[in-house]
């Protein structure tokens, strides 16, 4: 596979400065040459111009790792399943972002370049369709599940129930990708709140954000009886198998939920095994699922739940054993830090702690200390951050 890594490192230091523009351009051109790729797209394109350049940015800094990068490319290509992306659409792909680099190169884009991107390009699409078609084998590209209930627990937040139509596997800790009929193309992850059940329901914990238009329509606008799609369970932060240490469950917000599904594992299947959940909130209120957790505490005595009330880290110094557990932490980014921050702080090996990616959804990965790069020109551009929807 011929990657060229250092010449695509190079040209793309050039691209980062102007990436909205360039994704700007990258749509136009792909839309002026198959317009029928638009429908496999959502009606408003800025989060997906941002999926494209962290896209992008991955598959650029992982290029001389390759174990990284096939991990890389076969969850993107796994990924697109659910957008019907089909292996003929990836030619017109790549005929675009060569016409989009070729234009914000600058000087850095010569012919050794379009070479060394075109074989890229190349290897990464082949890469991409066969996770797919493995994928395939397995499973489905989505779900289609019915809510079987709706829970308002405040203005903002509601926990949902859902029935695929046929079994979704996952591990306690992983999210799902959902889209609802009033946004077709719009997926958002959600981690889901409970073990497996016999009965292969899935809860939701889902809090409607400012400007969500997924969030806000599974709280606000969604009913038992409605439908939504499932993507293929997703994440890393799942129980060691192999382990057998007493476990420090820390969750803010609705955190809450992959702790949770992590708890009632741990409740059905070890029950020799000590759990401590502490559930962080800024308000009382914001302790929407208490009662829940106390039944659970109830029938299984080795859980203990202890509710704290806090605009800053929870405080964690006078949880027993705290130096022998398996530490997990789920919630808002700057909670989730903060809290691994103390962690370290109180000597807990940083191998026992885990928690998702702290980087947001959209912020590009970047290049490693020492990586050579080219003059760059003026930063045009201010890039924001995306609030989850």
Do not use: C, N
């Not at 523009?21 to 749509?27: E, K, L, R």
């Not at 800025?46 to 990068?69: E, K, T």
């Not at 208490?290 to 006078?318: F, H, K, N, W």
Request: neutral net charge; proline residues 11%.
């Amino acid at each position: 596979m011929s990657w060229e890594p250092h010449i695509i490192k190079e040209s793309f230091t050039w691209l980062e400065p102007v990436a909205d523009d360039a994704a700007g351009y990258f749509y136009g051109r792909l839309f002026a040459a198959e317009p029928r790729l638009r429908t496999l797209f959502p009606p408003a394109m800025d989060v997906q111009r941002r999926r494209l350049f962290h896209a992008l940015a991955a598959m650029v800094w992982s290029a001389d790792s390759p174990g990284a990068l096939a991990e890389t490319l076969g969850r993107l290509g796994r990924g697109h399943r659910r957008y019907g992306v089909l292996p003929e659409h990836y030619p017109a792909v790549g005929t675009a972002l060569i016409a989009t680099l070729r234009k914000f190169g600058g000087t850095v884009w010569t012919p050794e370049a379009e070479a060394a991107w075109t074989a890229a390009y190349r290897s990464a699409a082949e890469i991409m369709i066969a996770a797919a078609e493995r994928d395939a084998e397995r499973s489905p590209a989505w779900w289609v599940a019915e809510v079987t209930g709706h829970d308002r627990r405040s203005g903002d937040l509601a926990v949902l129930a859902l029935r695929p139509a046929r079994p979704l596997p996952f591990e306690p800790g992983q999210y799902v990708p959902v889209q609802v009929s009033r946004w077709p193309r719009i997926w958002r992850p959600y981690s889901l709140a409970g073990a497996p059940r016999p009965d292969g329901t899935l809860r939701l914990h889902v809090r409607a954000v400012p400007g969500g238009w997924v969030s806000g329509a599974l709280v606000r606008h969604t009913r038992p009886g409605d439908s939504v799609l499932l993507g293929p369970a997703l994440g890393g932060m799942t129980l060691d198998p192999g382990s057998r240490r007493d476990l420090l469950l820390v969750a803010g917000g609705t955190g809450l939920a992959p702790l949770k599904a992590m708890a009632e594992r741990v409740a059905v299947s070890s029950r020799d095994r000590g759990v401590h959940l502490v559930a962080a909130a800024r308000t009382e209120g914001d302790l929407y699922d208490l009662p829940d957790l106390l039944a659970l505490a109830s029938a299984y005595p080795r859980l203990q739940i202890t509710p704290m009330i806090s605009d800053g880290p929870p405080v964690l110094d006078e949880v027993p054993g705290l130096d022998e557990r398996e530490v997990y932490v789920a919630g808002p980014v700057e909670m989730v830090r903060s809290t691994v921050d103390a962690l370290h702080r109180l000597d807990v090996p940083p191998a026992r702690i885990h928690h998702d990616p702290l980087e947001a959804e959209f912020t590009s990965p970047r290049a490693p200390a020492g990586t050579p790069t080219s003059p760059r020109p003026p930063d045009r551009t201010t890039r924001s951050p995306v609030p989850p929807r």
